[in-house]
Structure formats: structure tokens, C-alpha cells
């Protein structure tokens, strides 16, 4: 496979065994740190693959050499090193594809909250006239990770109105509370509808449950 003849070419001439690949990867350690290019541009630097978002750091602990890879290289050859966040090596594979799985998830759920984030300020920036108070919705949003249905649907509004860019599936919303379930429920159908790309499912479940879906 060219991945694994790529590998090699790239892999062995930075490790301390220049011939055995097995050997090789046992030198190469990921401890779990990442960089995320908002865009798919970068190119594995161990298989070559490119159209790339993320990139995963793995060192040499003999050379102290490193490559940027794709988080399936850290586990495709099943010998690269994966350790914990306290320092413990990993042993079972299974648990090492979870744990750079998880990292993924980081990385995806860190994206979207500077997104998020990114749109709020644009839209205190732009929509002087509002009282809309941005700092304390961010405030509420790193709190609770998410917006009331009152919030949402205010954010919403204002954000086309004011033409502000914004990723509509990025601003989850908060309903575990009475009286934010009541606003779900209450809330014109107009309303309602430009919040369905934001709901979870069990959100979804809910409101179809009462007929509002």
C-alpha cells in the first residue's frame, strides 16, 4: 500500500532503527497534542494523506525528532506509543483508537465553540443599537454550553438582521429546565422552525411528544 511505503520513506530517517518499520514506531510517542487549521489543507506528514484539518503530534523519545499526522496514523500501524493525560502508556489498542477519538472530539468541540463565539462578537461589534447584552450571553453560553429557547431565538434574529455569518447547527440549545421546556412549547411556530437545525434529538423527541413537531 503507498500509506505504508510512505510511512517508511518518511518515518525511518527519523528514527534511531533505520530499517525495521515495527521497531521504528515503537521510538514514537502521542501525548495528546493537536493543531486545528480551520480548513483542509495540511498533508499527513507520515502517509502522505493530504486535505487534512487536524494534525496530531508524534515524537521520537530517542531522536526527539516529530511529525504532524492524521489521527488515524497514530493507531493504523499499532505501534506508535499512546499515552493517557497523566503520563501512562496505553497498552490495549482498543483504548489507544479511544483515547485519539476522544481527542477528536476535543478538537471538533473546541472548533465550534470559537465559532460560536467568534459569531457573537462580530454581532456585538456590528449591532450597536440592540440591548442585547453579548458578554453576558457568552458568560451563559460557557456555562451551560449552549442558549435558552428565548436566547436562541432572539441571536437568530438578530444575526440575519444584521447579516452577521453565523453556523446555525453550532448554537445548541439548553432545555433541561421547566421553565425552558414552557418556552419551547409556547414559543410561536414562525419561531420555532428556525430553531430545528439547533435541537438535539431528544429535543426533537419532545416536541414532537407535544404536537409541535
Known amino acids: 500500500m503507498n500509506w505504508l511505503n510512505n510511512a517508511k520513506k518518511n518515518l525511518l530517517p527519523l528514527s534511531k532503527e533505520k530499517r525495521r518499520f515495527k521497531y521504528a514506531l515503537k521510538e514514537w510517542d502521542y501525548r495528546g497534542k493537536w493543531k486545528d487549521y480551520e480548513s483542509s489543507g495540511a498533508v499527513c506528514q507520515l502517509c502522505e494523506q493530504e486535505m487534512l484539518r487536524y494534525h496530531f503530534e508524534i515524537r521520537n523519545n530517542q531522536t526527539h525528532k516529530r511529525l ?3 489521527s488515524k496514523c497514530i493507531t493504523r500501524f499499532g505501534g506508535v506509543n499512546v499515552f493517557d493525560d497523566y503520563g501512562n502508556l496505553i497498552t490495549d489498542i482498543s483504548e489507544a483508537t479511544k483515547r485519539v477519538k ?3 472530539q476535543k478538537i471538533m468541540s473546541a472548533a465550534k ?4 463565539l467568534e459569531s457573537l462578537q462580530n454581532l456585538a461589534n456590528k449591532d450597536k443599537k440592540t440591548e442585547i447584552n453579548i458578554s453576558d450571553l457568552i458568560q451563559y453560553y460557557q456555562e451551560r454550553g449552549g442558549f435558552t429557547p428565548n ?6 434574529w438578530r444575526f440575519e438582521v444584521m447579516a452577521v455569518p453565523y453556523n446555525k447547527t453550532f448554537f445548541k440549545m439548553v432545555a ?3 421553565r425552558e421546556r414552557q418556552q419551547l412549547l409556547t414559543m410561536q411556530d414562525w419561531k420555532l422552525n428556525k430553531l430545528v437545525p439547533c435541537l438535539t434529538q431528544s429535543q426533537r423527541e419532545f416536541l414532537a411528544a407535544h404536537g409541535r413537531l
Open 102 to 104: 476522544r481527542d477528536i
Open 68 to 70: 504532524l499526522v492524521g
Open 176 to 178: 433541561r429546565r421547566k
Open 151 to 156: 436566547q436562541l431565538s432572539m441571536l437568530i
Open 113 to 116: 465553540d470559537r465559532s460560536v
